[in-house]
């Protein structure tokens, strides 16, 4: 299932990117391995054991007899199309909840070539869009690695719309799980537009999932442009998650430009939403300019989200600027999501200033 839950995850960054439709991804589960039990005998049962030597060893030779004919079990079955549209129905009758999606994600992996296209088109009939889209979206991935052209033939013929994003970003993703380079060479090869630019995404994605550096060694041996620019998210985006401070030094490596800002400011928003102090510590020793204040607002954006008392009582640490006086007014801006009441109440301690009246109405606008 992991590796489903991983589609559905590179389907999401695409589609902050594209402009797919996005919805609520749920956490991955994780297997707790079971205790070894403790393999040394007691002194007494040493003794025991030394005491009937011939019993001992007519146990030991009727275990290795047995486990010697032990036969190992033959492979599971696939159900056909018909008992997994049967499990699906049932599935749907109760969907939104986590177990839900959990049953929808273990059904996907029990899709074969003999009942993918059968279950498909019961997908095809659903009434609902979110639905549809996730269970095209997890049997198309499904599909796609076991053969990938024709699962992404068939999702370039769905009709255009979400459901089609989702399909073609699923169907890419599963063959890069399978073949990164393979599905690469076939996104590479496609005419220049809005399908190259999603299927590139996606396989960089799935790449900065594996190996970051290597995505991002690939990503600049790519013309310079607009589209590569791009490809700077899913990579800064996935490297912070597993090692932020890995992220943050090779960000800050990049050549000065439009590329390294936007992956300074994808590093301070993801370290911000898992450490904010250690993420507030790195912006401030980058050098002055516009790539550090994008990047701190990013931070303070993300922890004002977590924590916005602790974002606003940092705030006024920062020395006078514009950079600070915008950091009010987005805080202020986040915090009355959450709390109106508190923001204003913050807002008006403040020295008066044209940042301190510009929060304030944001502030007020919210409550």
Known sequence: MKRLDTRIGVALAVGFIAGVLVMELWPRSSATPKPVANSQPDKIAAETETARPNAAASKS????????SRSPEPPRAHPSAAALISEMKAALAHSGSRHSYATFSRLAESVDAKNVRDVLAFVETLPKPQEKSMLMSLVIGQWAELNPKAAIAYAQNVP???????AITSAVSGWAERDTSAAMAWAQQLPAGPMRDQTMQTVVTVLADKDPQGALSFLQTLPPGRNRQNLYWPIFNRWTMTDPQAAAERAFQLPAGVSRDMAMQV???NWANQDPEAAFAWVNTLPAGQGRNNALQNVLASWANKDPERAAAIVPTLPASAARDQAIGNIARQ???SDARAAVAWVEQLPPSDAQRNALRSALASW
Not at 61 to 68: I, K, P, R, S, Y
Request: glycine share 10%; charged share 25%; no cysteine.
């Open 160 to 166: 255009a719309g979400t459901s089609r994003n989702w």
């Open 267 to 269: 590093v301070g928003a």
């Open 61 to 68: 030779e009727d275990a290795a007899e047995v486990e010697t």
């Open 335 to 337: 915090w009355a999501l």
